[in-house]
């Protein structure tokens, strides 16, 4: 399985940028997509994830009214439309999934995801 990130970039405070997430060597009918991010000296953290067959989604407290997550599940791609952009935001974004239809409460478990992306890197400057 191959994760393809993209869609990072630089933008000013109050912007928006939509992440992709394009998922392929195997058909994900089921199963749970999630984005998480890192920034310079933190801990990976949880953003927002969906679930394949039924859109369920779950988002971080920092993303919620903000951030929008959503899937393709003919174009096996997953993205995260990212608005009101803050500096707080920059990060490297990661994609990852997992074989598993995960409850809302267990998406923000990294440990929980089978596959990674290579991440991208978005920069919101004040």
């Known amino acids: 399985v191959q994760l393809q990130a993209y869609g990072g970039g630089l933008v000013q405070a109050g912007g928006s940028l939509r992440l992709s997430c394009a998922a392929s060597?195997?058909?994900?009918?089921?199963?749970?997509m999630g984005w998480f991010r890192q920034a310079p000296g933190k801990e990976r953290e949880f953003v927002a994830a969906?679930?394949?067959?039924?859109?369920?989604?779950s988002y971080a407290d920092s993303a919620k009214g903000r951030f929008t997550i959503s899937r393709d599940n003919n174009k096996s791609t997953v993205y995260l439309q990212m608005n009101s952009l803050d500096p707080e935001d920059t990060a490297v974004y990661y994609c990852?999934?997992?074989?598993?239809?995960?409850?809302?409460?267990?998406?923000?478990?990294?440990?929980?995801?089978?596959?990674w992306g290579q991440g991208t890197l978005v920069t919101v400057s004040s």
């Open positions: 990852a999934a997992s074989t598993s239809s995960m409850v809302l409460t267990a998406m923000a478990n990294r440990a929980l995801y089978d596959y």
């Open positions: 060597g195997r058909t994900f009918s089921s199963g749970t």
């Open positions: 969906i679930r394949w067959s039924t859109g369920s989604r």
